[in-house]
């Protein structure tokens, strides 16, 4: 490998948004066999709005605003959708008196006596919560491809809401792409199984790892690797930076949070998912020059 063309390489790269930490990577992108990609900010655009709410037996306004002032101290974006939805639907948003998020799962809180648990219907069976009546609009809104979270008042399952996020237009094309190279694709997400699918299939990916805890993530790369398969990592987010560190090459969005960026050995300038394909066709180009 001569010094030369890899740096023509990487200059092309930089001029299509793909910027490459160092040689080593552009040399190393070629030999990848499996892209993983990050579901929420990665094939979507990461920024979910509420778009359903389902009452039990309470007063919906009461509801609204227990859960909203539960979601208020989250920094989760599920947690931005669900505050603002139900702002926009002229409800005061006040501030829980006790908070804590279950990673992966959902969150607690109080609001003076009453006890908000929001999350995964795992989190309630967890909780020991009966959900008898819970399953008929969570699975609709699932299949969907929504997220829908399910809202225990008092250790009474109460409601579930769903939250919808949309995939980037050009995801699709760029997962055709990615498959034309040769490339394994798939799906890796917290979210729960038939929503995760949903999307999947939205864009064309057949492989979908759901419900991976944030520390879990990490551990799937490692699983994939043992099976021999050199792995690309593609995300965004805090709960991507092990996995991204883990894969042999890992790639984040450049509009991602700075953890990502600087677990990753590339970062995607555009944000857009055809810069994974420029990535391993660039490096393919380059390193064939070369020999
Ligand atoms: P992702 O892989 O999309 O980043 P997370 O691991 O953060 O997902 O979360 C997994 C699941 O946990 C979510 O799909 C949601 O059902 C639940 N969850 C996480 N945070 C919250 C929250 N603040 N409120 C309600 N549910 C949540
Ligand atoms: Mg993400």
Same mark, same amino acid.
């Given at each position: 490998?001569? $010094?030369?063309?890899?740096?023509?390489?990487?200059?092309?790269?930089?001029?299509?948004? @793909?910027?490459f930490k160092g040689?080593?990577?552009?040399?190393?992108?070629?030999?990848?066999?499996?892209? =993983?990609?990050? #579901?929420?900010?990665? *094939?979507?655009?990461?920024?979910?709005? !509420?778009?359903? =709410?389902? =009452?039990?037996?309470?007063?919906?306004?009461?509801f609204l605003s227990? !859960?909203?002032? /539960?979601?208020? $101290?989250?920094?989760? $974006?599920?947690a931005e959708a &669900? %505050?603002?939805? *139900? #702002?926009?639907?002229?409800?005061?948003?006040?501030?829980?008196?006790?908070?804590?998020?279950?990673?992966?799962?959902?969150?607690?809180?109080?609001?003076?006596?009453?006890? *908000?648990?929001?999350?995964?219907?795992?989190?309630?069976?967890?909780?020991?919560?009966?959900?008898?009546?819970?399953?008929?609009?969570?699975?609709?809104?699932?299949?969907? +491809?929504?997220?829908?979270? !399910? %809202?225990?008042?008092?250790? =009474?399952?109460?409601?579930?809401?769903?939250?919808?996020?949309? %995939?980037?237009?050009?995801?699709? /094309?760029?997962?055709?792409?990615?498959?034309?190279?040769?490339?394994?694709?798939?799906?890796?997400? +917290?979210?729960?199984?038939?929503?995760?699918?949903? &999307? /999947?299939?939205?864009?064309?990916?057949?492989?979908?790892?759901?419900?991976?805890?944030?520390?879990?993530?990490?551990?799937?790369?490692?699983? !994939?690797? /043992?099976?021999?398969?050199? @792995?690309?990592? @593609?995300?965004?987010?805090?709960?991507?930076?092990?996995?991204?560190?883990?894969?042999? &090459?890992?790639?984040? *969005? +450049?509009? +991602?949070?700075? %953890?990502?960026?600087?677990?990753?050995?590339?970062?995607?300038?555009?944000?857009?998912?055809?810069? @994974?394909?420029?990535?391993?066709?660039?490096?393919?180009?380059?390193?064939?020059?070369?020999?």
């Amino acid at each position: 490998a001569t $010094p030369t063309s890899i740096m023509a390489g990487s200059g092309k790269s930089a001029e299509l948004g @793909v910027l490459f930490k160092g040689g080593e990577y552009l040399e190393g992108t070629k030999d990848v066999s499996t892209i =993983v990609l990050d #579901k929420t900010g990665t *094939i979507t655009e990461g920024t979910p709005s !509420l778009t359903d =709410v389902h =009452v039990e037996d309470m007063n919906e306004k009461e509801f609204l605003s227990l !859960l909203a002032a /539960a979601e208020k $101290p989250s920094e989760h $974006p599920l947690a931005e959708a &669900i %505050v603002d939805g *139900i #702002k926009q639907k002229g409800i005061d948003v006040s501030k829980a008196d006790t908070f804590e998020t279950i990673p992966g799962k959902g969150v607690r809180a109080t609001v003076g006596e009453q006890e *908000i648990i929001v999350g995964t219907e795992k989190l309630l069976s967890e909780e020991n919560i009966p959900l008898d009546s819970s399953s008929g609009h969570k699975t609709r809104w699932e299949g969907e +491809g929504k997220t829908a979270m !399910l %809202v225990a008042i008092d250790r =009474v399952y109460s409601g579930v809401v769903a939250v919808a996020d949309t %995939v980037k237009e050009t995801s699709a /094309a760029a997962v055709e792409r990615l498959h034309k190279a040769g490339l394994e694709v798939m799906m890796m997400t +917290g979210d729960n199984q038939k929503t995760a699918e949903a &999307i /999947a299939a939205e864009v064309g990916i057949d492989n979908v790892l759901a419900e991976v805890l944030p520390e879990e993530k990490g551990k799937e790369i490692e699983k !994939l690797q /043992a099976e021999d398969k050199k @792995v690309a990592m @593609v995300g965004d987010g805090i709960n991507d930076a092990p996995a991204l560190a883990t894969a042999d &090459i890992g790639m984040a *969005i +450049g509009t +991602g949070t700075d %953890v990502a960026i600087e677990s990753a050995d590339v970062t995607l300038m555009r944000g857009d998912l055809n810069s @994974v394909a420029d990535a391993v066709l660039m490096s393919r180009k380059t390193m064939r020059n070369i020999r």
